[in-house]
């Protein structure tokens, strides 16, 4: 398959593409139009976020409607997806102009749409957690669950996938884990870089003014707070109808305090991942002892350096929390005056409940061991408890399911959801 791509002209100082798909590719650089005596110098227009664009895959329909077939067997949800495939899909990588610290930055991700030239909604997905940098959306496209994600289009959506700042484009940085500001950011970037992608003239697709959103684990986390930023800032050009949210630690205070409660926790990378980017981002320059025993401490910058995935990562830490954490850090943490500062900004970053424009869902896999099901309850209980009705939030239990398991049930839950809302 030919592959295109389209450069914009853009200033950009520090900053390097981290992977490369594709080779021997062509660039078409934004210029001035040039002057004849007929005409007037004009100024080509220059996006304000996108960067550029470069088709990298294509779902032939057939292919699409197989894979999703595959579960049917399993899970009921997914017959509706079949039936309802109706376009082959383009996978596009794109990068796009976003800020981390206050500076601009590079950013990047997946659009994938169906192969038409009629009108459809954007999804703005958001995955889950991740610390292995050559398996975020642009790197690795061909990763399984990010594939299911793609074939979705074929039920008539853009799909924009965001990388996340310290993945792709911006892989210099250590992403910035649990981050709200950043990630609001770059989630936000993203579906303006997507805007602009479906105003380029070589793209066929339209736009048709809904947006909808979703997200699982940290991308659950992530898509509440993007869309509680969207509709504080952006309610007239980002309109959201209905948004999911899976499995989502959206109080991150309790869900630290859980995660301190324990004897043994499944996912021991996630106290850690979030301290060590804090400090690294500058928002405390506490040292790593003062937090976990040794070898851990030492080990947690080659761990998070990008190159082991989440698996490696926990395999190299310790799942009994007495012997990863300090025990002035167990005893001291809910209260101590040595641990407000990581408190504070626990409280920071946690999403917290306001009156939404658009409904709002969350799954939960009641054996969910990594992120407890009381995360949605609570944050559930918030939006009822200021007068949010049920017409407009929901909590779905997903039985007998854990996080992992989880993923794929709530994905085909969704898009089912969404189509019965769409235009």
Known sequence: MKSSFKQKKYIFPHYYLA??????????SGCKKESTDEDPIIEEPVNEILVSYQKILAHPIETIKTQIGFWQSLYP?????????????????????????????????????????ESFPIISFQNGTNTLRSDSPSANPTNYYYTLMEYMAGNGYI????????????????HPYY?????????????????????????????????????????????????????????TSIPVTATSCGAGAYDMMAMSTYVLEQNVFPGP????????????????NEPLSKFFNEPFASRIPELFSGTYSNTQV??????????LLKSTMISGF?????????????????????????????????????????????????FINLGVGQDKIQLINLPGSDHEFSLLPWGLKTINWFNQLKK
């Open 19 to 28: 992977i490369i798909l594709f080779a021997g590719l062509f660039f078409v």
């Open 77 to 117: 949800e997914a017959t509706s997806i079949v039936n309802n495939t109706a376009y082959g899909v383009d996978v596009y990588k794109i990068t796009y102009k976003s800020t981390y610290k206050g500076e601009s930055v590079l950013a990047s991700g997946l659009v994938s749409m169906p192969q038409s030239q």
């Open 159 to 174: 799909i924009a996938f965001p990388d996340y700042i310290g993945f792709g484009a911006s892989a210099q940085y250590l």
């Open 179 to 235: 981050d709200k500001e950043t990630t609001d950011r770059a989630v936000i970037d993203m579906i303006r870089a997507c805007h602009e992608l479906l105003d380029e003239k070589d793209i066929q697709v339209k736009f048709n003014g809904e947006h909808f959103l979703m997200g699982y684990s940290q991308g659950g986390w992530a898509t509440l707070s993007g869309l509680k930023n969207i509709e504080t800032n952006y309610k």
């Open 269 to 284: 990378m996630y106290l850690p991942y979030f301290i060590y980017s804090q400090q690294l981002s500058g928002a405390h």
């Open 314 to 323: 926990n395999a190299q830490l310790n799942d009994t929390i007495s012997g």
């Open 334 to 382: 809910s209260g101590g005056a040595d641990f407000a500062q990581l408190r504070s900004l626990l409280v920071k970053n946690s999403v917290t409940a306001w009156l939404p424009a658009s409904k709002i869902n969350f799954y939960h896999g009641s054996a969910d061991l990594n992120v407890p099901p009381v995360q949605s309850q609570l944050i559930y209980n918030s």
